[in-house]
């Protein structure tokens, strides 16, 4: 479908079915692989049904994201509110590319910043330091673009004694730190944010909500928390997930 201009992300009918069955879940992912590899199942968009209705669910299977549709513009800040097991997490890993869609499409325009687990996109193994400059080298910085910008996230995430040790020792709170940091002073078009700022001390907590309300005048912002008071003074509007489906 056609995006206007000033919309970066637009979902249709996006739906996610799991299985409560490990056994069944290996089987049935590699009778998916299978047919996707025969042309008969094709992944990231257009070729997926259009909806639930579309797909038969198989034994132990369930929808954990069901038929959600929404349009996010540059400017707007979209705040995803459910209980636990509601499909928050779900969905903005299908958003970020992490798993794929069985239903609808997913069009994103514009680079993305996404913190949706604790650590996720750092190798434990190398230090704080190296895992920055590797993301900056994947993003196309010069080597002096990446400093000025290593050192700017470092200074925001306010760990600096601890940049140059592996993450693998790092605390929950210092990996948020870091991972929060990291994502959001690049600038990014689309943020995606889930319950980062669940961990750590209400002082930092209070900083970075300051930066969500700065670069959410420019960017699109989808933000998961279950603090409806500060969802209420970052967030444009809201999307309650109830198992699965949207309201």
């Not at 400059?133 to 700017?152: F, V, W």
């Not at 993450?167 to 870091?178: C, E, F, I, K, P």
């Amino acid at each position: 479908p056609e995006m206007s201009d000033d919309v970066l992300v637009k979902v249709d009918n996006v739906s996610k079915r799991f299985c409560r069955s490990l056994k069944r879940s290996l089987w049935y992912g590699l009778q998916d692989l299978g047919s996707e590899i025969g042309g008969r199942r094709h992944g990231g968009g257009s070729g997926l049904p259009q909806s639930s209705a579309d797909v038969q669910l198989r034994p132990d299977e369930f929808w954990a994201v069901k038929d959600v549709s929404f349009e996010l513009r540059r400017g707007e800040c979209l705040g995803l509110i459910g209980r636990n097991g509601a499909g928050k997490t779900t969905l903005l890993r299908m958003l970020n590319g992490l798993i794929k869609p069985d239903t609808g499409s997913i069009h994103m325009t514009g680079d993305i910043g996404a913190v949706i687990a604790l650590g996720a996109g750092f190798n434990p193994i190398l230090t704080g330091r190296e895992n920055i400059e590797i993301s900056m080298s994947i993003m196309g910085m010069s080597i002096r673009e990446a400093k000025i910008k290593s050192k700017q996230i470092i200074d925001f995430a306010e760990i600096s004694e601890y940049i140059d040790s592996p993450v693998q020792t790092y605390s929950s709170g210092m990996v948020v730190r870091l991972g929060f940091a990291a994502n959001v002073l690049i600038s990014p078009d689309i943020l995606i944010l889930d319950e980062v700022l669940a961990v750590g001390d209400a002082a930092f907590r209070s900083k970075c909500f300051q930066k969500i309300q700065e670069l959410s005048s420019r960017a699109a912002t989808l933000l998961v928390s279950h603090d409806t008071g500060q969802l209420q003074t970052v967030c444009s509007e809201g999307l309650l997930l109830n198992k699965g489906t949207s309201k």
